[in-house]
């Protein structure tokens, strides 16, 4: 099914098929030779295969889309290519029958990006894309995946099998190197990855640090151990193992080419200038080094670089030292070939990782690739501009141009008239080529050296238009296809040339432009391409489609316009005439726009919006829809047409089949349409039926769609390109109908008899056109003198303006622009009179204005008017004025916004320092010195916090009541008399340790330290949380209980003052009454002045004497009150000395308290800032907590893997070794088959004489030289002796084949029989193939045992991983414990506690921390003990001295005893019996009877008490038994439920171990547990004896005391 049918339709079977003509374009993405004198490469859904001797090309198209990744093995000769589509597949197709050979189908999405076949045997490489990244190994022959592995987010840039061994690949990434190696156990293959490290960009190459696993640790005792960075980050899982820090990671080289050597080496290329030597078997990397030259040679090469450096530093540049990168590499016998984009092509020949280069071609072009041929005789040299060229290294001359192409896109392709023996295409770039219409062979091509938007070719001569985006159209002269020559350049406007149209007769050119622009031009070269006019349309144009009436000689244009405001097209009609061209100038005016009057217009709306429009002769209008896929047929009626046009509604709808924007082509004969879309599918249809007549999928979606197509006069070919694909598709009529064929054939012939009447003399005009002189720099005209001259439109290139005498080149200027300059100079000649009046009046009305302007300066400020009041300009003004307002408007905002923020952030400091602060901040100052104190700004505590701080204290209190508790507990159970001097060393301990063991002095500033817990019992990470959350309560002053009850009285007292100073109305009433006092003051009075006598006015000699009188009393008055004022005066003065040495005094004693108090706060800091540090070094503590556990859960991740890795790999070792069992049997049943063959001989001719029996087992011992393929040692072929390439079936008929020789009857004995030697040919060849069987079979299981060998070391390499990781847990578990109990302590120290007599600090790592009552308890036992002993000494004394006396007295009783046994012999001797004995010796023997039976009884009633006495004891331990036996079976129940649970985590835990295989290492861990727990085990017997031994000595010794009496 063709790309663009849509799913579940079913078309409607062709009448007609097309087929591929030819294919012509480039594509310098892939190359390759497929055989010596044949390269192929890609171009959209085609591979091209070029004959580079004859320049044939043939094409093998895709069918299913366009070509993805290609790769091509000329081994074989056969190419391998994906298309691009979901879930693509990769063909593989033969070379030349093109026939198809296989389909891989992968496990790829949407596309693979390399391909790439090995050198030996039948296998290609394959990498997909997004989203697998899966590297792929296939046998193509076979259709067989072999082994695949993913690679998520690995993009990789070039895919590479190792010549020498099919069994190694080169997979390079955009930064990455890796080594792939497929191992091969039977039928089974799998692929190892290698990893190569690269060299940083400056060359440096550092051995790879295991961040996750380091090398070196160290321990420190304060900070803890040294744990990897990603411990510390926090991360446990797989980011773990891959976390690499910023400032670790080093930007490696970027490769950009490699080969592989004969050696099985890598050549690779970087970005960064370097060339890098890989050991594909090691997997290391080496830098190759110039070779240093001679000593004269380095003279000149100083010089020259320094010349370069001191030229580079004027410049400006930088200085670099690197050579230029290399971007394509190519191996051979002699060296190394490298090239860049600098187009040099560089020879290296290396030695000891030296080089020494010489430079061989210089192309000046950038070079993408090098490809040597299969023979290694020719070197191509493919370029990134399309060419290429071809270097012969035998010969070592210059590099020939072998294929000279463009790379850039085909725009478009026409046919040449007459129309069946060459076409024109033209790309992007500008390239015009001239083709063969036969067999697509390249005749010429002309590079304009422009970005080129339109062609077209001209029917009534052979020019060609080519359009250009500078808005300019070239003319080309292409009468000779083999020389293309511009002839003539005109510059239309500014705007792009969309598309360029001819009418079929040739006599118009419509050059389509951007907005809404259409000219019109003269097409015949006789006319020299005038240009006729233009017109504007209101709308943008979207297609343009162009109608000939031969017959009445008119030209009827179409063009589809794009209406933005409705859903709907809207067509405009109108039709040229031969008068345009014969009166041009009554049809447009001075602008050169045709006039309303010069062709009537016609406008039409149609119902849906379309993409593209042809019209036919009939008024069919048929249009390609863009809301749906279908394509409109409408009828254009001339009746009703009115300004306000009717909506034409569509006749038929016909179903394109085809998705995206598309257009429409007519066949010259309109017999046939055309339609294209995006989707790439060509679809033919006949006009009169609209049937599909025809489709190809030429083209792709992926490659943009279809540009354009035509349709040949003739209609027999049709040329077709794409958007970014770069191919030049043309098609041919396959199988179509004799009547439709013999009807175009009528048509063009017809038309041929038109146009050949003005194509001879078209066509010798343009022969005698000058050529253009091409300068692609520049867009002005260049046009000979002579045929300037000759223009119709004749206008000096040069013009002098009459207004500033500017001189204005009118070549630098577009066509409309001469138009315009030409009617503005027109205009201004004839108004020119008007002008200078005009010029003069307002040249006085300037004047007026400046002298108002001035007078309007020396007026006063109040009656200047501005400077705008003596614009003239109204409009100007208010638009200043708008504009001011606006300005003023948005600075305005502007400014309220910044005020709003301001105001905001204001807002937010004063809340955060000031409203949020529960203590506002205040400051104390001196008045006498610079010294001042500032409190603490304390911010309220939130919920959380207080309801963490009450838990917390909660959880304290619970805490010590219970230590208390089990203190008492404690203390109960052993209970030793205490001597008064260890109370008073508990009690200086206990005074030490508030300040030294607390480690801080807050406690004599206010601090509440009983709350805290003890700095050595900071053990769990949660008491270390709460003594963070306690060190920061708020310190509150201690006080008494004489301070408190002191403290409420003041207030009591402060509080009735304020009371009572509430309550005014005394205050009032006294204000009222006596101006608030009750006595005249002093000052009050003195304030009095007193009142002259009334005559005092009058003269003097007019007063009585009585007046006399009275004023002298005035005056005496007068003098006492001012003597009083003075007095008071001095008072005053002298109390107010008195306050201001009083304030003076207590200003100092002030500042002396805040001086004081400036101290006190700098102790309170220290205290804060000894707290602070307490909370540092618990954070510390808890952040190497935190570390740790992270740590130790990264290794369980880790160790979790390994195990699953260790399963797999376990699994794969007991396959191997199962295989290589079984493979070791058969490889022992062909050996004894084929010594078995070779013990039969001699039975089966035993019949055959002795000497012919001898003579034929030389012949059965006999073979025939190597059958491999001959080789020449002198081959160019660096690869030529490189093995493999033959399998066993191969290598046994070519074995089979050498055979025949021998088997034939010259070499059979004399005398034999012909039967015999027949069979034993047969038994000869059996014999043969036996032992080819034995060496494939021994081969094959030495590649099984390398495979078991390899799975194995791995196997033991990752029981050594997990073994490490154990003992890294274990490690980590002993650190997590001792930094547990080696805990950080804060002292406090005074200054000269701790003083050394030397500078060399002591070693404390062995020592330990204990309390100082620890150590005085210790002295008082020491005290004590030695007391004991000394007493000890003194009893043992004592007693030693007894034990002498003893012995004395016991040597003494031995003696009486032996006397007494000789008595008691001589008493035996006596026949006397014991009663007899008793009767004569006692005196009186009944009450002797009486009373031994009174005893007896009373010894009787005695241990019958002692007997109910153990019974209750008895019992009573009874009870206790059964208790304690109640107890332990209660025990016993609940370690019976834990003993279950235990039971079933061991089993699970074995059974885990066991599918681990994990054994081992477990037991030797249980062994040395075992051992541990042994010697624990011994350690407490030992301890357990010691104990009982210390205790019996110490009794006998408490015997020896009190049996010693005192020694004197």
Same mark, same amino acid.
């Given at each position: ?44 859904? !085609? ?174 005792? !304060? ?72 000593? !004269? ?638 409190? !603490? ?672």
């Amino acid at each position: 099914m063709a790309a663009g049918s849509g799913p579940g339709r079913e078309l409607p079977a062709e009448e007609a098929a097309l087929e591929v003509s030819w294919v012509q374009g480039f594509s310098n993405k892939s190359f390759g030779f497929i055989n010596n004198q044949t390269v192929c490469y890609p171009c959209g859904n !085609y591979i091209l295969f070029l004959d580079i001797e004859t320049k044939k090309t043939t094409a093998l198209q895709c069918q299913t889309g366009p070509v993805g990744a290609f790769a091509a093995n000329a081994s074989s000769e056969v190419v391998a290519f994906s298309n691009q589509k979901l879930n693509p597949i990769i063909y593989i197709h033969h070379f030349p029958e093109l026939n198809k050979l296989t389909e891989l189908k992968g496990s790829a999405q949407l596309d693979y990006t390399l391909l790439a076949f090995s050198f030996t045997g039948p296998y290609l490489a394959s990498y997909s894309s997004i989203p697998e990244f899966i590297l792929s190994v296939w046998n193509w022959q076979e259709n067989i995946l072999l082994c695949s592995e993913s690679q998520p987010g690995i993009t990789a840039t070039s895919l590479s099998f190792n010549p020498m061994n099919w069994q190694q690949l080169c997979f390079v990434g955009e930064s990455s190197v890796t080594i792939w190696h497929i191992e091969r156990i039977e039928d089974e293959h799998h692929l190892k990855r290698n990893p190569v490290e690269l060299p940083d960009e400056q060359g440096s190459i550092s051995p790879h640090e295991d961040l996750f696993f380091p090398v070196s640790r160290s321990d420190d005792p !304060y900070h803890g151990p040294d744990l990897p960075v990603s411990a510390i980050a926090g991360l446990v899982g797989d980011e773990a193992e891959t976390f690499v820090p910023r400032n670790s990671v080093k930007t490696s080289v970027h490769p950009t080419a490699h080969c592989w050597t004969a050696t099985s080496e890598i050549y690779m290329s970087c970005k960064e200038g370097y060339i890098l030597a890989i050991d594909a078997d090691k997997h290391r990397v080496s830098i190759l080094q110039p070779k240093p030259p001679p000593e !004269y040679m380095q003279k000149i090469s100083d010089v020259v670089s320094y010349v370069r450096r001191e030229v580079q530093k004027k410049k400006g540049g930088e200085l670099n030292d690197r050579q230029n990168p290399i971007f394509s590499m190519a191996f051979c016998n002699e060296g190394l070939y490298a090239a860049g984009r600098d187009g040099i092509l560089l020879f290296y020949h290396i030695k000891d990782l030296q080089y020494e280069m010489k430079v061989c071609a210089d192309i000046s072009q950038s070079i993408s690739s090098l490809i040597f041929s299969p023979d290694y005789a020719s070197l191509l040299l493919v370029t990134d501009q399309g060419p290429v060229y071809s270097y012969k290294p035998a010969h070592s001359g210059e590099a020939v141009k072998l294929l000279d192409t463009c790379s850039s896109c085909f725009l478009a392709a026409d046919f040449l008239t007459p129309g069946n023996k060459y076409c024109v295409s033209v790309t992007i770039s500008g390239e015009v080529q001239v083709w063969l219409l036969e067999d697509g062979t390249c005749l010429s091509k002309l590079n304009l050296d422009i970005e080129a938007t339109a062609m077209a070719c001209c029917p009534s001569s052979n020019s060609v238009a080519v359009g250009t985006k500078r808005g300019q159209i070239y003319f080309l002269d292409v009468t000779k296809a083999e020389a293309p020559r511009v002839v003539h350049r005109i510059f239309l406007s500014n705007f792009p040339v969309l598309s360029l149209h001819y009418d079929q007769s040739g006599q118009f050119l419509i050059a389509r432009t951007t907005e809404g622009h259409v000219f019109i031009l003269d097409a015949r070269p006789s006319k020299l391409f005038q240009v006729l006019g233009y017109i504007v349309l209101a709308d943008e144009v979207l297609d343009l489609s162009v109608v000939s009436d031969l017959k009445n000689d008119l030209v009827e244009v179409m063009v589809l316009l794009n209406v933005a405001e409705v859903q709907r097209a809207r067509l405009e009609i109108f039709c040229l005439s031969s008068a345009i061209t014969t009166d041009n100038d009554k049809c447009v005016n001075d602008q050169g726009m045709f006039n309303a009057s010069a062709f009537k217009k016609k406008q039409y709306e149609l119902d849906y919006p379309l993409s593209s429009a042809v019209k036919l002769k009939d008024n069919t209008v048929y249009g390609f829809c863009t809301c749906a896929p279908f394509i409109c047929k409408y009828h254009l009626s001339e009746e009703n047409m009115l300004e306000d046009p009717p909506v034409f509604s569509s006749e038929k709808r016909i179903p394109s089949n085809q998705f995206g924007s598309g257009f429409l082509c007519v066949s010259p004969n309109s017999q046939w349409l055309a339609a294209a879309a995006k989707d790439g599918v060509l679809f033919i249809y006949n006009i009169s039926t609209m049937d599909i007549l025809a489709r190809k999928h030429c083209h792709s979606y992926q490659g943009g769609g279809i540009r354009s197509m035509i349709f040949s006069l003739d209609g027999n070919f049709i040329l077709v390109n794409d958007e970014n694909d770069g191919a030049l598709v043309c098609l041919k009529w396959k199988k179509i109908k004799k009547t439709e064929v013999e009807e175009a054939a009528f048509y063009w012939q017809s038309l041929l008899d038109i146009l050949n009447k003005s194509t001879s003399n078209e066509n010798a005009v343009l022969k005698s056109m000058a050529e253009w002189q091409f300068d692609p720099g520049s867009t002005s005209k260049s046009l000979p003198e002579e045929k300037f001259k000759e223009a119709p439109l004749k206008s000096s290139s040069v013009d002098v303006t009459e207004e500033d005498g500017n001189i204005t080149n009118t070549n630098d200027m577009t066509w409309i622009g001469q138009k315009i300059q030409k009617v503005i100079r027109e205009e201004t000649q004839r108004f020119s009179n008007q002008k200078q009046e005009l010029q003069m009046g307002i040249k006085k009305l300037r004047q007026t204005i400046q002298q108002m302007m001035h007078e309007n300066e020396q007026v006063p400020d109040i009656e200047k008017l501005e400077h705008q009041e003596f614009n003239l300009d109204m409009e100007e003004q208010e638009r200043l004025q708008a504009e001011a307002e606006q300005e003023v408007a948005r600075a305005r905002k502007e400014i309220e916004m910044e005020n709003l923020s301001n105001c905001y952030l204001q807002d937010f400091i004063k809340y955060e320092c000031w409203d949020a602060l529960c203590v506002k901040g205040r400051a104390v100052k001196c008045f006498h010195m610079d010294c001042e104190v500032k409190n !603490y700004p304390l911010e309220e505590r939130s919920k959380e916090e207080l309801e963490t701080l009450e838990k917390v204290l909660r959880l304290k209190d619970t805490e010590t009541a219970d230590l208390k508790v089990q203190k008492e507990d404690l203390e109960t159970e052993t209970v030793l008399p205490e001597e008064e001097g260890k109370k008073e060393a508990k009690a200086v301990a206990d005074d030490g340790e508030s300040f030294c063991l607390i480690g801080s002095l807050s406690s004599q500033y206010g601090g509440d330290t009983s709350i805290l817990y003890h700095q050595c019992d900071l053990h769990t990470k949660e008491q270390r949380v709460n003594q963070i959350v306690l060190l920061k309560i708020k310190a509150e002053k201690y006080l008494t209980q004489e301070e408190k009850e002191r403290a409420e009285m003041l207030a009591k007292l402060e509080m009735e003052k304020r009371l009572a100073a509430t309550d005014d109305d005394r205050l009032r009433a006294l204000d009222d009454m006596m101006g608030g006092v009750l006595e005249v003051r002093k000052e009050d009075i003195l304030k009095m002045n007193i009142p002259p006598p009334p005559f005092i006015s009058k003269p003097e000699d007019l007063w009585s004497d009585e007046e006399k009188k009275i004023f002298g009393e005035y005056e005496k008055k007068v003098k006492e009150l001012n003597e009083e004022k003075e007095e008071y005066k001095k008072t005053l003065e002298n109390e107010w000395k008195k306050l201001e040495a009083s304030i003076h005094e207590t200003t100092q004693n002030f500042d002396e308290t805040v001086c004081k108090l400036s101290e006190r706060k700098v102790k309170s800091e220290m205290v804060i800032y000894q707290e602070e540090l307490k909370i540092v070094s618990l954070t510390c503590a808890l952040l190497l907590d935190e570390e740790l556990d992270t740590r130790e859960a990264g290794l369980h991740n880790c160790l979790i893997k390994k195990k699953k890795e260790k399963v797999k790999k376990a699994k794969t070792v007991l396959t191997a070794k199962s295989k290589v069992d079984a493979y070791t049997g058969t490889y022992k049943d062909a050996v004894d088959e084929e010594k078995t063959l070779e013990r039969h001989f001699r039975k089966q001719f035993a019949d055959t004489p002795d000497d012919a029996l001898e003579e034929l087992y030389r012949l059965y011992t006999h073979r025939p030289k190597s059958p491999r393929t001959e080789m020449l040692l002198d081959t160019p072929n660096p690869y030529g002796n490189c093995s493999g390439s033959e399998d066993y079936e191969d290598a046994l008929n070519l074995l089979m084949k050498a055979m025949d020789e021998l088997d034939s009857p010259e070499h059979m004995p004399e005398g034999l029989e012909q039967s015999i030697w027949k069979n034993f040919c047969l038994a000869r060849r059996k014999k043969m193939e036996s032992e080819e069987l034995v060496k494939r079979k021994a081969l094959t299981l030495a590649e099984i045992q390398a495979f078991f060998q390899r799975r194995m070391d791995e196997n033991e390499k990752m029981k050594s991983q997990i073994e490490n990781i154990f003992n890294e847990l274990t490690w980590l578990q002993e650190k997590k414990m001792k930094l547990q109990q080696n805990l950080t302590v804060q002292f406090v120290l005074k200054q000269g506690q701790v003083e050394l007599e030397n500078t060399e600090i002591p070693d404390y790592s062995d020592a330990i921390l204990i309390k100082k009552s620890v150590v005085e308890e210790l002295n008082c036992s020491i005290s004590t003990q030695g007391e004991k002993k000394i007493a000890a000494i003194i009893e043992f004394k004592d007693f030693s001295r007894g034990i002498r006396r003893l012995e004395w007295e016991h040597k003494k009783m031995r003696m009486q005893i032996e006397d007494l046994k000789e008595k008691a012999r001589d008493i035996v001797i006596l026949p006397i019996s014991k009663d007899c004995q008793l009767f004569l010796t006692v005196q009186n023997y009944g009450s002797h009877i009486a009373q031994h039976i009174a005893g007896m009884e009373e010894t009787l009633r005695f241990m019958d008490k002692l007997h109910e006495k153990n019974v209750k004891n008895h019992r009573k331990k009874i009870r206790e038994l059964k208790k304690s036996i109640r107890l332990k079976e209660e025990a016993n129940y609940e370690l019976s439920l834990q003993l279950k649970e235990m039971l079933v985590s061991v089993s699970e835990r074995r059974h885990i171990f066991e599918a681990a295989d994990t054994r081992d290492i477990s037991e030797k861990i249980a062994k040395q547990r075992y051992q541990e727990i042994l010697k624990q085990k011994n350690l407490r017997d030992l301890i357990k004896e010691q104990k009982e031994e210390f205790a019996s000595l110490q009794s006998e010794l408490e015997i020896l005391r009190t049996r010693t009496p005192p020694h004197i």
